[in-house]
């Protein structure tokens, strides 16, 4: 307990008694936590011999200590600072310095309006119900297969060195793991080598943007749009310009007319499953992207975050697939494939920019979680994760079916949407009713839902939310909406 020796000084000019200065300085540091509830403190014995002062000092502060109630001593197991502490202050010993608790503000000025606000989150309450912006069901996931998995892997001798630093980029067996499935499943050319393992979809966009745009470059982003990315963009000082978004996804043609009068630098785009319309970029819309990119040398950002579950039919190859300039960098997610406590996406792009990528992602994170990395490969390589896939898209599809229908029926005149393609939401615009209202009341009443300004930009108001159904059975599906049909007064 050598801390003690830090704070604990002893004045031997004082005309206060030694052992009140230690009574004093003990509890002081108690009251700022410095010296935690429960804490075991050293001896008197040990204590009188670090601060070069005699043990029956020690022991008549310790009495008083204990006499105030701060400490208890129990015979044979020591000393211990209370777990419950005195209500009242004790008297006010010479010396002693004032309490004090942690400002609001810092001593020191910053730009606090530099840095873009974004509503706080914490995990959802139990005891309601919610429809999120489209996550899987957490109930499903593989978690005893990953969990055995990491144990067996721990217990390795030869797998200890992942328990140091190293593998900034993600470890080599994830890595070829994931080559290999991204190439059988989207036909991506690509080795260990074009990838880097990130936390997630999210932290991929903040990386591949950090090292691609600088403060006031151009970014075309879709409207409505994914608002996380929208905000990274901003945060990093991009200029947005916005482009439509209609049935076959984001117009190119108007891509292409501002890239005829503006220096772009970057296009966001979410080909599969649109964030948040859901819809899909169609094949010729595909190729003339990548075409304008090589005319004008700009960047693509593919954000294919839930390419796995589609339900209509087999997806569309990803650009990155035809990309033979090297203009696309795709970004994924295991995120929505087991669930969102597990932070593991990466990022695909030619050798040279995932070097630059992993030099930058270790100014922010030094590296991943290595051994859950190399247990999601061997979940991959013993076939664990793709008889997960295929069970949650063959389950969602079925939400998804029950879900559209509960819509159609119970909300039909009041809503409007598309049946998706694929995901884990609906796109729904309320027409009748003003969301903010219908969220507030939903809560009350036990569902938790947004409020319709997530996809809105200046004056363009879309009053639509993303209904997440894939996370809900058909007796939470029904559930919930019986919660928003009685907000908007109906009966059910």
Sequence with gaps: MSLLK????????SEVSVYLQITNLIIHHIRHGRLRKGLKLPGSRELAVMLGINRMTVVAAYQELEAQGWIEMLPKKGTFVKANLPVLSPKQLAGNVADFSLPEQPGFNYDQKRIIPVAFSDFPPTDKLAFNDGFPDVRLAPIEEFTRCMRSLSRLSANKKYLQYGGAQGTLLLRQTLANFLCDTRGLSITADNILITKGSQMGIFIATSVIINPGDEVIVGVPGYRMANLTFQQLGAKLIYVPVDEDGMDINAVEKLCEKKKIRLVYVIPHHHNPTTVTLSPERRMHLLKLATKYRFA??????DYDFHYSSKPIMPMASYDSKGNVIYIGTLTKTFAPAVRLGFIVA??????TATYFRKHIDMQGDSLMENAIAELYKDGTIARHIKKSVKLYKERRDHFCDCLQKELTGH???KVPDGGMSVYTTFLKHDLKIIS???FDKGLIMKDGTTFDVGKQQFNAIRLGFASLNFKEQLQALKIIREVMNMKL
Excluded: C
């Design 415 to 417: 809503i409007s949407f």
């Design 440 to 442: 507030r009341k939903a």
């Design 350 to 355: 030619p050798k040279e920019f995932i070097q």
């Design 300 to 305: 693509i950002i593919e954000d294919d975050y």
């Design 6 to 13: 830090e704070l604990i000084t002893i004045d031997d000019k």
